[in-house]
């Protein structure tokens, strides 16, 4: 796990002096809240609907048991004792007050965490899979690229002020576990013919109001070239993305308004005056930010067949099948702790839950936890042999919910119960649809299906790559919810196609219910839900929800609780 160096520390420290004092001239109304907004953005600070949310980065989702015991104490001190995981393997917290948020930063620098790059015009908090490093499938690990960029971009003197937001992903396996097409930039591990390991560059992709796949914009950049080329985007999308209009500024329209081969020989013009300058990576530097991601003192162990020895434990074989992960260590395995146990907000833990997970990071996983961006966490390195004991502990704590993958393992945003930019409510549509269909046998029947929800159309919750999507709408000053079906993440994106007019949140669950029926009627054997709308197209979906009126009747679980 990386450590931050003399330069990372004098960073934070000199950040977390200059935000204490903006704090202090707002507070003493030097500063009006027009110009302290940019500053507090820089530092992961929002308003919204009922108090300031923090957002602190955790760079591409890896954590030490240090710094989860510091969310556990962030929450039972300044919030209201949880936090919230988010889809950009991030935490925030939703409560804090404005004049301790400077003490927070501060605390975080203890345990060599911040806010910087959460929020703003700026290169946003480079993601990745969770399971780099571990993972069967796994071509390189990822992640010491994924920290030279986090090292490159941060406060980067020609990027503080893009036309809007920008994301980059990065997957360095077989299998895309970090949603690289719906980035701004999208990197997977590629070899070419010759064995040599670079980078297959995708741009353009995103979520949003013009959710878009990304394109590949060149099949194979040469490891040392990463930074360099990376460049070359960033100062064509500077340069020439638009300012005038925000709803138009991502990268994804520029791309889109020049074309793939235009914006593709663009970017290659900019590099060749970068490309060989001393951004270059070499081999000592890489060698250094590798020697952060040295393998755990793993035991010399053989795989067990742990479900034969527990042949009779029905709600162990299902949390085997379904939070169980394969390493590639033989006798080890990664273990998936569920953070969708029904009645709780997807994504939310408990301070309580954070200091548990710390503690059994400690005692099975050398000390170290992944965020996934489909808001879990994960145990990277246990040992099989440990699984029953893993499953014991975790159920005692609310964490093995054998649902990872299925219906109720559902992403979703905060929504309006807390964003100010939310046109409706998401989190008590998540907790209606998971009491709706809480049978863990019948989630098992259905398979793998992904189910996510954005309380508006900034998509936080990710809603067009899900099998079912659920949008947050706004029709006459009501909230209503407009459906699509058919997204996918991973090797095969696609963007979900919208079935009719929206339905209110009293009528969701019905009609998930009757999405279902269809695709249980329809599919082949062990076929995907987005492989059966493929195939059969939208229509039969479409008719048989609006065959016959939904009620809509009763009271929404959970409506009031967050309000």
């Avoid at 793993?298 to 299902?318: G, S």
């Avoid at 949140?505 to 493929?534: G, N, S």
Wanted: with cysteine.
């Amino acid at each position: 796990m990386y450590q931050y160096d003399q330069y990372d520390h004098l960073i934070v420290r000199e950040r977390i002096a200059q935000y204490r004092d903006q704090v202090r001239r707002r507070l003493a109304d030097e500063l009006t809240e027009a110009e302290f907004l940019p500053l507090r953005l820089q530092n992961g600070l929002y308003m919204q609907r009922h108090a300031y949310m923090l957002r602190i980065a955790v760079p591409y989702g890896l954590l030490a048991s240090k710094q989860m015991r510091m969310f556990a104490h962030i929450a039972r001190k300044y919030d209201r004792g949880y936090g919230h995981f988010t889809t950009r393997q991030n935490i925030q917290f939703n409560w804090v007050e404005l004049e301790q948020t400077p003490d927070i930063l501060t605390e975080l620098a203890s345990v060599q965490m911040h806010a910087i790059q959460t929020s703003g015009n700026c290169i946003r908090n480079t993601t990745s899979d969770p399971f780099a490093g571990v993972a069967a499938d796994e071509i390189i690990d990822p992640r010491p690229y994924a920290e030279v960029l986090r090292q490159w971009s941060t406060f980067h003197p020609e990027f503080i002020a893009l036309p809007r937001k920008f994301k980059v992903a990065i997957n360095g396996a077989e299998q895309d576990r970090a949603a690289i097409a719906v980035h701004d930039i999208g990197l997977t591990v590629v070899r070419n013919a010759e064995g040599e390991i670079g980078f297959k560059f995708m741009a353009g992709g995103g979520l949003g109001r013009t959710p878009i796949i990304g394109s590949v914009i060149r099949e194979f950049l040469p490891w040392r070239h990463l930074l360099t080329y990376t460049e070359a985007v960033m100062r064509v999308y500077n340069q020439y993305g638009r300012r005038d209009n925000k709803y138009k500024a991502r990268i994804k329209i520029l791309l889109k308004a020049l074309g793939v081969e235009e914006f593709a020989r663009q970017v290659e013009a900019e590099w060749q005056d970068l490309k060989d300058g001393p951004e270059t990576l070499s081999d000592e530097e890489m060698a250094r930010v590798m020697a952060y991601f040295q393998p755990p003192a793993y035991k010399t162990l053989a795989n067990i067949d742990v479900q034969a020895e527990h042949a009779d434990n029905k709600a162990f074989a299902n949390w085997l099948k379904r939070n169980v992960k394969p390493h590639k260590v033989p006798g080890y395995a990664s273990v998936v702790l569920s953070l969708k146990k029904t009645g709780v907000p997807p994504g939310d833990a408990t301070a309580e839950q954070m200091d548990y997970m710390a503690e059994m990071a400690d005692r099975y996983s050398f000390g170290e936890l992944r965020v996934t961006h489909e808001q879990n966490i994960i145990l990277a390195d246990v040992e099989q042999s440990l699984l029953f004991k893993v499953w014991q502990e975790a159920k005692a704590h609310a964490l093995a919910t054998p649902n990872i993958g299925l219906l109720t393992d559902m992403i979703c945003c905060p929504g309006g119960d807390f964003c100010s930019l939310a046109n409706a409510k998401s989190i008590p549509i998540a907790a209606a649809i998971a009491e709706r269909f809480d049978s863990i046998d019948y989630q098992h029947d259905i398979g793998e299906i992904e189910l996510n929800i954005s309380g508006c159309i900034n998509a936080c919750g990710h809603h067009h790559v899900g099998s079912i999507g659920v949008l947050g709408v706004d029709k006459d000053g009501s909230e209503w919810y407009q459906v699509s079906i058919g997204g996918a993440q991973g090797n095969n994106a696609a963007i979900g196609k919208i079935i009719g007019p929206s339905f209110s949140a009293l009528q969701m669950p019905e009609v998930i219910d009757r999405l279902l029926q269809v695709y249980l009627r329809e599919r082949f054997e062990d076929e995907h839900f987005a492989d059966t709308v493929a195939r059969i197209g939208v229509t039969p979906f479409k008719e048989h929800v609006y065959a016959t009126p939904i009620a809509d009747a009763g009271r929404l679980i959970g409506e009031d609780e967050y309000a």
